[in-house]
RNA sequence: CGGGGCGUGGCGCAGCCUGGUAGCGCAUCUGCUUUGGGAGCAGAGGGUCGUUGGUUCGAAUCCAGCCGCCCCGACCA
């Protein structure tokens, strides 16, 4: 892409809603635009990290064997009665009434909606287990939303729905996402820590919050710091295979929410490990049981002939909130800095001196040779002075710059800065797209 | 919903207390000079001061209602 065809309005001053640095970097860098109280518009930049945001969950959900549909955002309130939480929901609940006076809503989830579904469909223990997600808007009237797309009222969220026979199947079931999410967030950059969260009615130790360090975080967190620094699995996790050791591993670690917060265990965590911090919940798995089949009558018919209701469970991520965490964890004074997996482009060439025949032709050739190795990259061809294309590309956060001038030209020279470290390595030009196509640089 | 605050060119702000020609920086446009870390000079365009009503000879300024937005709290992916 060449920054002159491209739509990125940066701003030099920062907005004065912004108080926290990911809302302010989104606002600056031209990623998002405020149309209403937590309503944002996804300006190009902020689109393209959203969409590999996007894409990085559903390869993970579909490698853990989940399977993709697509519900609709509006949803008729019959089916909300059916579950008892139309009236139960609240004022959170944005509703909605059309030309025939009936009652719809902006869904703000949609657990009796995959239920329905379910239901209209499945009638045997031979249809189980079901594991099916969704990647869709979302509607939340939060009282006060804030923090830019941190807590949006409208936001996009990737919703899974798991469906079994009983409680030990559905454990089977509440693994798969539980590995799947480590290696989603690990996939991000993102040190992402299972945390037990409040189970409420249902009981049990089947639901745990996914929650990122930082110092901006919403809750207060306790945990083990060796869960932190664990890693993921990776892709070779065999997700048919017996995944409870995997969890036992981190579930064994301490690790709480405040409300879940018992400071007589904590103190078992040996002082130096002990870990008290601020966090951004990204994700939320969660055993339900019966909550939903039994009241909307989704039953399988089990071997002894006995029909029962399925056991379900619900694991979310906040797809479009972790654009946020994802700056949270990743930016300096100057900018974004974004991991190479969603940054927005893979490397910025910068023309120092558009309209000087050299210079133009070294960033074509530069600019074809990226685009053809998949670098996907953004050519700065605008006219603008050195200083501010640095600032520019500084503060879009790309992992790389190819930044080339006259000067360097004469010797047949370009630089290349690596955005995270701050490190030059002045090349030949050759040699420094050549390594760019390759993506071989280290300290990236 | 309780408490606090803000609404003035695209962005950031001053002016309001003490009513009398709407201002500054950035951005934009034109010209010249510049060009390796947000250039300089000269000129230009752009605002019915959120909105409605009231007070007044006169309202950005004082008063009231409404709308919008931000911050603290309870709620949440």
């Given at each position: 892409m060449r920054l002159s065809r491209f739509f990125l309005?940066?701003?030099?001053?920062?907005?004065?809603?912004?108080?926290?640095?990911?809302?302010?970097?989104?606002?600056?860098?031209?990623m998002v635009r405020q149309e209403a109280a937590g309503i944002y518009a996804w300006l190009p930049l902020g689109f393209r990290v959203l969409k590999k945001i996007e894409q990085i969950v559903r390869e993970e959900q579909d490698r853990a064997g989940a399977v993709e549909l697509l519900m609709p955002t509006l949803q008729s309130a019959d089916l909300w009665r059916e579950s008892g939480r139309y009236d139960g929901y609240g004022k959170e609940m944005l509703r909605i009434v059309d030309r025939h006076e009936r009652d719809l809503l902006y869904g703000p989830t949609n657990e009796e909606m995959i239920t329905e579904i379910f239901r209209g469909y499945c009638r045997s223990y031979k249809d189980l287990p079901k594991l099916l997600y969704h990647i869709q808007w979302k509607f939340r009237d939060e009282i006060r939303p804030r923090f830019g797309v941190m807590r949006g009222r409208e936001f996009l969220m990737k919703d899974a729905y798991s469906f079994d026979l009983d409680e030990q199947a559905a454990r089977t079931s509440y693994n798969r996402m539980f590995v799947a999410y480590l290696n989603t967030f690990a996939r991000m950059g993102l040190k992402a820590v299972p945390m037990r969260a409040d189970t409420g009615p249902i009981g049990g130790d089947l639901s745990h919050e996914f929650i990122i360090l930082a110092e901006t975080g919403e809750s207060e967190v306790f945990c083990d710091a060796a869960l932190v620094d664990m890693g993921a699995p990776g892709p070779d996790v065999d997700f048919d295979g017996d995944l409870q050791p995997l969890v036992d591993a981190r579930t064994a670690l301490y690790a709480a929410t405040d409300e879940m917060h018992e400071p007589d265990r904590f103190a078992d965590v040996p002082e130096e490990r002990r870990l008290s911090a601020r966090g951004i919940e990204v994700g939320h798995i969660?055993?339900?049981?019966?909550?939903?089949?039994?009241?909307?009558?989704?039953?399988?018919?089990?071997?002894?002939?006995?029909?029962?209701?399925?056991?379900?469970?619900?694991?979310?991520?906040?797809?479009?909130?972790?654009?946020?965490?994802?700056i949270e964890a990743h930016h300096d004074e100057a900018g974004c800095v974004w991991p190479e997996?969603?940054?927005?482009?893979?490397?910025?060439?910068?023309?120092?001196?558009?309209?000087?025949?050299?210079?133009?032709?070294?960033?074509?050739?530069?600019?074809?040779?990226?685009?053809?190795?998949?670098?996907?990259?953004?050519?700065?061809?605008?006219?603008?002075?050195?200083?501010?294309?640095?600032?520019?590309?500084?503060?879009?956060?790309?992992?790389?710059?190819?930044i080339i001038g006259p000067r360097g030209l004469k010797e047949g020279k370009a630089e290349v800065k690596i955005r995270r470290s701050g490190g030059r390595h002045e090349l030949s030009l050759e040699d420094a797209i050549a390594r760019l196509a390759e993506g071989a640089f280290a300290d990236g």
């Open positions: 309005p940066v701003l030099k001053e920062t907005p004065a809603d912004a108080q926290i640095a990911s809302h302010r970097l989104m606002l600056r860098a031209g969660f055993y339900f049981g019966t909550k939903y089949s039994d009241p909307m009558k989704a039953v399988v018919t089990h071997p002894d002939g006995q029909d029962r209701a399925v056991h379900m469970g619900s694991y979310g991520v906040g797809v479009s909130r972790l654009m946020g965490a994802i997996q969603v940054a927005p482009f893979g490397a910025g060439v910068i023309n120092l001196k558009a309209g000087d025949a050299d210079t133009d032709a070294a960033c074509q050739s530069a600019y074809e040779t990226l685009s053809k190795a998949g670098r996907d990259p953004l050519l700065d061809d605008t006219d603008n002075r050195p200083g501010g294309k640095f600032a520019t590309m500084d503060l879009i956060g790309l992992p790389y710059q190819l």
